[in-house]
């Protein structure tokens, strides 16, 4: 078994002792009220339990890193697979680090579910090792990268402890158009999560299924020797059933899928990039998918999700939910700082010639970098504490996993190389 084998299987058991502990972390946190005998008692033991199956989670995902380096010969970080996985272990390096300093067993029924599924994502995308292009090829891909995502992952923290602030202080039986508009708001937040999961579980789906469409694309280039335009046809391979189809195509070969044997519509003109169609078909894929799984979770519960969620906090104070909160986000903001901004600019101006030069990650690397900017300020300067801190760092992740997944699906550009196939 070489390195590369042992990293898969390193990163399994991994995936699969996070679901473990996240089972036992829900046991710890809901049998506290059905074990009225001696509910604190119950919930160390088996918060101790669901911390040590984390742990050793976390353990698994460090030796995947370590054995895929070896074996690749660079840090693992070098695409969409290896950076998401990369995040999702620093966000549980991160939720260790705080749970050590608060210990706060709730914590661990939140943060496991966002490492869970930022793992569940990093496996849509192709998993084999493959060279450094010449750009990545440089030192500052260990220190760029490596600090953005610990940067990342105490925003992630940050976002955990904000959210379970919002589900422990709304007042979801409010009859004002204050409480119900917080409670839009918080439903809304759940349902853009829910939209994530939607994505992965409609590509693992129909990857499942063997499914695949395939398009011919003309495309016009220029003979630099005859000087003139000529007409070469390019192949678009669909993984989910093409709702909308490439611009300026005909389909070759379409599995029939619910009556879907041709595009419902065409991408229009100005999405006439590489793999706009596909990337577009994709987000209407995960967007339809999440809203039935979002129908499907609120037909059992019978009831709002985070009006469903709200019960399992009580027994948590709301103000350390917002220490927490405060406490990562500043923990992060330096450490991002340096990475997404500082040295990622050093070594744009080294690969590319230029410090800045308006990408698109750019850019919404620089957006989150103001955002929290403005959180920071506003905290210590205003007095933002409570409810309208955590709004703030629910929605500044909310930015962090545009730039990460949305730049990537639906903005092309020179980071485009983290993209999919």
């Given at each position: 078994?070489?390195?590369?084998?042992?990293?898969?299987?390193?990163?399994?058991?991994?995936?699969?002792?996070?679901?473990?502990?996240?089972?036992?972390?829900?046991?710890?946190?809901?049998?506290?009220?059905w074990r009225?005998?001696?509910?604190?008692?119950?919930?160390?033991k088996?918060?101790?339990?669901?911390?040590?199956v984390?742990?050793?989670?976390?353990?698994?995902?460090?030796?995947?890193?370590?054995?895929?380096?070896?074996?690749?010969?660079?840090?693992?970080?070098?695409?969409?697979?290896?950076f998401m996985?990369?995040?999702?272990?620093?966000?549980?390096?991160?939720f260790?680090?705080?749970?050590?300093i608060?210990?706060?067993?709730?914590?661990?029924?939140?943060?496991?579910?966002?490492?869970?599924?930022?793992?569940?994502?990093?496996?849509?995308?192709?998993?084999?090792?493959?060279?450094l292009?010449?750009?990545?090829?440089?030192?500052?891909?260990?220190?760029?990268?490596?600090?953005?995502?610990?940067?990342?992952?105490?925003?992630?923290?940050?976002?955990i402890?904000?959210?379970?602030?919002?589900?422990?202080?709304?007042?979801?039986?409010?009859k004002?158009?204050?409480?119900?508009?917080?409670?839009?708001?918080?439903?809304?937040?759940?349902?853009?999560?829910?939209?994530?999961?939607?994505?992965?579980?409609?590509?693992?789906?129909?990857?499942?299924?063997?499914?695949?469409a395939?398009?011919?694309?003309?495309?016009?280039?220029?003979?630099?020797?005859?000087?003139?335009?000529?007409?070469?046809?390019?192949?678009?391979?669909?993984?989910l059933?093409?709702?909308?189809?490439?611009?300026?195509?005909?389909?070759?070969?379409?599995?029939?899928?619910?009556?879907?044997?041709?595009?419902?519509?065409?991408?229009?003109?100005?999405?006439?990039?590489?793999?706009?169609?596909?990337?577009?078909?994709?987000?209407?894929?995960?967007?339809?998918?999440?809203?039935?799984?979002?129908?499907?979770?609120?037909l059992?519960?019978?009831?709002?999700?985070?009006?469903?969620?709200?019960?399992?906090l009580?027994?948590?104070?709301?103000?350390d939910?917002?220490e927490?909160?405060?406490?990562?986000?500043?923990?992060?903001?330096?450490?991002?700082?340096?990475?997404?901004?500082?040295?990622?600019?050093?070594?744009?101006?080294?690969?590319?010639?230029r410090?800045?030069?308006?990408d698109?990650?750019?850019?919404?690397?620089?957006?989150?970098?103001?955002?929290y900017?403005?959180?920071?300020?506003?905290?210590?300067?205003?007095?933002?504490?409570g409810?309208?801190?955590?709004?703030?760092?629910v929605?500044?992740?909310?930015?962090?996993?545009?730039?990460?997944?949305?730049?990537?699906?639906?903005i092309?550009?020179?980071?485009?190389?983290?993209?999919?196939?």
């Open positions: 078994m070489n390195f590369l084998e042992i990293s898969r299987t390193a990163f399994m058991t991994a995936f699969l002792l996070y679901c473990a502990a996240f089972i036992l972390y829900v046991v710890a946190v809901t049998g506290r009220t009225g005998r001696d509910p604190n008692r119950h919930e160390r088996w918060g101790g339990i669901s911390f040590t984390s742990s050793l989670g976390l353990l698994s995902h460090l030796i995947y890193c370590g054995t895929r380096w070896a074996y690749s010969g660079h840090v693992p970080v070098s695409n969409m697979y290896e996985t990369f995040l999702s272990m620093m966000i549980m390096i991160a260790t680090i705080v749970f050590l608060y210990r706060k067993i709730l914590l661990g029924m939140f943060a496991l579910p966002l490492a869970i599924m930022i793992m569940a994502y990093a496996a849509v995308f192709p998993q084999d090792v493959q060279p292009i010449p750009s990545l090829r440089s030192i500052w891909l260990y220190i760029h990268v490596t600090l953005a995502a610990a940067g990342e992952a105490f925003f992630a923290v940050g976002f402890a904000g959210l379970m602030y919002l589900l422990r202080s709304v007042d979801f039986g409010a004002d158009r204050s409480g119900r508009r917080q409670k839009r708001w918080v439903e809304f937040t759940l349902f853009s999560i829910i939209i994530v999961v939607g994505f992965i579980v409609s590509v693992f789906a129909f990857r499942a299924a063997g499914y695949e395939i398009f011919i694309q003309n495309q016009t280039v220029i003979d630099s020797q005859v000087d003139q335009d000529s007409t070469i046809e390019d192949k678009e391979v669909y993984k059933p093409p709702i909308v189809g490439p611009h300026d195509s005909k389909p070759a070969e379409i599995q029939p899928f619910l009556g879907i044997s041709q595009p419902l519509f065409e991408a229009p003109s100005w999405m006439n990039g590489q793999n706009a169609g596909r990337k577009l078909n994709t987000v209407i894929w995960a967007i339809l998918t999440g809203i039935v799984l979002y129908l499907l979770l609120r059992m519960a019978r009831k709002p999700l985070g009006k469903a969620l709200s019960p399992v009580r027994g948590i104070d709301p103000d939910l917002d927490i909160s405060y406490r990562a986000i500043a923990i992060g903001f330096p450490i991002f700082t340096l990475g997404a901004l500082v040295f990622a600019m050093i070594w744009a101006q080294q690969a590319w010639g410090f800045w030069g308006w698109p990650k750019e850019v919404w690397a620089l957006i989150t970098w103001l955002f900017s403005a959180y920071l300020h506003l905290r210590l300067s205003r007095g933002f504490q409810r309208q801190a955590s709004w703030l760092a929605l500044g992740f909310l930015v962090v996993m545009f730039t990460l997944v949305g730049v990537n699906l639906i092309a550009g020179l980071h485009s190389y983290a993209g999919t196939d």
